[in-house]
């Protein structure tokens, strides 16, 4: 038995946290992100004219929309927030500067970039219990990966009856 004030080793307290099932799941519980999503987001980041009609359920509501790399939305979304800035006063430039670095994804040791954690799609509609989207027509949206519950390929299309 080791005594109580003796300095535990790096190898003792990690092996005592992975016997606390407070600190450790102990079964596993499925993946958090769908890999076949994951990959066709990687794919539109990689090659951004693979844009895809896609919808996605999140939460309990549909979303709709188009898959877009997220080079893509950071350029729509700068462009559109800069809208609201002065050109006259520099004070776009700046913030469109500023925002460049928004999108710089950190790189892994092996110098790779990680797998994607965010989806990105343009004219996004939500649908939620009523039938008709909340914002007709669309907007930019970015979700995280780990949240879509499901997703199909094609677009969801409201027609008032």
Same mark, same amino acid.
């Given at each position: =038995?080791?005594?109580? %004030?003796?300095? *535990?080793?790096?190898?003792? =307290?990690?092996?005592?946290?992975?016997?606390?099932?407070?600190?450790?799941? /102990?079964?596993? /519980?499925?993946?958090?992100?769908?890999?076949?999503?994951?990959? &066709?987001? %990687? %794919?539109?980041?990689? @090659?951004?004219?693979? /844009? @895809?009609?896609?919808? &996605?359920?999140?939460?309990?509501?549909?979303?709709?929309?188009?898959?877009?790399?997220?080079?893509?939305?950071?350029?729509? =979304?700068?462009?559109?927030?800069?809208?609201?800035?002065?050109?006259?006063?520099?004070?776009?430039?700046?913030?469109?500067?500023?925002?460049?670095?928004?999108?710089?994804?950190?790189?892994?040791?092996?110098? &790779?970039?990680?797998?994607? /954690?965010?989806?990105?799609?343009?004219?996004?509609?939500?649908?939620?219990?009523?039938?008709?989207?909340? &914002?007709?027509?669309?907007?930019?949206?970015?979700?995280?990966?780990?949240?879509?519950?499901?997703?199909?390929?094609?677009?969801?299309?409201?027609?008032? *009856?």
């Amino acid at each position: =038995m080791s005594d109580l %004030n003796e300095p *535990q080793t790096h190898d003792d =307290m990690l092996r005592g946290r992975l016997d606390d099932p407070l600190f450790v799941k /102990q079964e596993w /519980q499925g993946r958090g992100i769908d890999q076949l999503l994951q990959w &066709l987001v %990687n %794919n539109t980041n990689a @090659h951004p004219n693979n /844009q @895809h009609s896609i919808t &996605l359920t999140v939460g309990g509501n549909l979303i709709s929309g188009k898959l877009i790399s997220a080079d893509a939305y950071f350029k729509k =979304m700068t462009d559109h927030l800069a809208a609201d800035f002065s050109a006259e006063d520099g004070s776009r430039e700046i913030f469109k500067e500023e925002a460049s670095h928004w999108n710089t994804p950190p790189i892994t040791e092996s110098g &790779l970039l990680p797998p994607p /954690q965010f989806i990105h799609l343009e004219a996004a509609e939500i649908y939620s219990s009523n039938e008709r989207p909340i &914002l007709p027509g669309g907007s930019l949206w970015r979700g995280k990966l780990s949240s879509v519950d499901g997703f199909n390929l094609g677009r969801l299309v409201y027609t008032a *009856q």
